[in-house]
C-alpha cells in the first residue's frame, strides 16, 4: 500500500525555523516527483513546492522563494521541506504528496505548523 | 493567489447531476493537463481525476472531467451524500512555472 507520513509540525514564534519530513514506503519514491502543498485554516489547498525525481529540477510559489528549501534522500525514501523566516501566513497544514500519476496521487495525513508569538 | 476559478458551492438532490467549472488561462489549463480533488471534512485531499478526463483505480465512473480551451469542468452523477466534500481543480502554470489550485468548490447534498 502507498503511504505518506509527515512529520515535524509544531508551534513556532515568527521569524522561526522548522523542518517537515515525509517518509514514503510502498512505491518507488526515487522514480516520481514529489510535492509541499499546504492548507491555511479554513482555506483552501495552494502549492508549495516539488522535486523533481532525482533533486535535479525544483520549483517553489513565489511566496516562499528564499525561505523554503525542498529536498529528498531517495536512500532513505525521504522528503523534506526546511522552513526558515516563518510567518504568521505560513500557518498551515503541510501534505507531503507524490506524482505517480499527477500532483496529489497519494497524501500524507498532513502535519501542522502554526506560527505565532 | 489561486488563478483557477471556481464557484464557491454546488448542490443538487440525491441522483441528480452536479457539474463544477474550473476556469483558467492560456498559461495553465489552457496548456497543461488538469486534475481535480475530493476533500472530505477533516481529511486529506483524494485524487478524482488526472489528465483532464482520466480516473485513478477505484474511482467511481459517477465522476467524469472535461476540458475544453480555458476551462474544465468536473461531473458528478447521480449524486450521494457521501459525495458532500470540497472539490480542488489544480494545472501547471507556464507563466509562474508551478501548481495552480482552483478556489475550491463544496458540494452539498440536499
Known amino acids: 500500500e502507498e503511504q505518506l507520513v509527515e512529520s515535524g509540525g509544531d508551534l513556532v514564534q515568527p521569524g522561526g525555523s522548522l523542518r517537515l519530513s515525509c517518509a514514503a514506503s510502498?512505491?518507488?519514491?526515487?522514480?516520481?516527483?514529489m510535492s509541499w502543498v499546504r492548507q491555511g485554516p479554513g482555506r483552501g489547498l495552494e502549492w508549495v513546492a516539488n522535486i523533481k525525481e532525482d533533486g535535479s529540477e525544483i520549483h517553489y510559489v513565489d511566496s516562499v522563494k528564499g525561505r523554503f528549501t525542498i529536498s529528498r534522500d531517495n536512500a532513505k525514501n525521504s522528503l523534506y521541506l526546511h522552513m526558515n523566516g516563518l510567518r504568521v501566513e505560513d500557518t498551515a497544514v503541510y501534505y507531503c504528496?507524490?506524482?505517480?500519476?499527477?500532483?496529489?496521487?497519494?497524501w500524507g495525513q498532513g502535519t501542522l505548523v502554526t506560527v505565532s508569538s | 493567489q489561486s488563478v483557477l476559478t471556481q464557484p464557491p458551492s454546488a448542490s443538487g438532490t440525491p441522483g441528480q447531476r452536479v457539474t463544477i467549472s474550473c476556469s483558467g488561462s492560456n498559461s495553465n489549463i489552457g496548456n497543461n493537463f488538469i486534475s481535480w480533488y475530493q476533500q472530505l471534512p477533516g481529511t486529506a485531499p483524494k485524487l478524482l481525476i488526472y489528465r483532464n478526463d482520466q480516473r485513478p483505480s477505484g474511482i467511481p465512473d459517477r465522476f467524469s472531467g472535461s476540458k475544453s480551451g480555458v476551462s474544465a469542468s468536473l461531473a458528478i452523477s447521480g449524486l450521494r451524500s457521501e459525495d458532500e466534500a470540497d472539490y480542488y481543480c489544480v494545472s501547471w502554470d507556464d507563466s509562474l512555472s508551478g501548481y495552480v489550485f482552483g478556489t475550491g468548490t463544496e458540494v452539498t447534498a440536499l
Open positions: 504528496t507524490s506524482h505517480q500519476l499527477e500532483i496529489g496521487t497519494c
Open positions: 510502498g512505491f518507488t519514491f526515487s522514480s516520481y516527483w
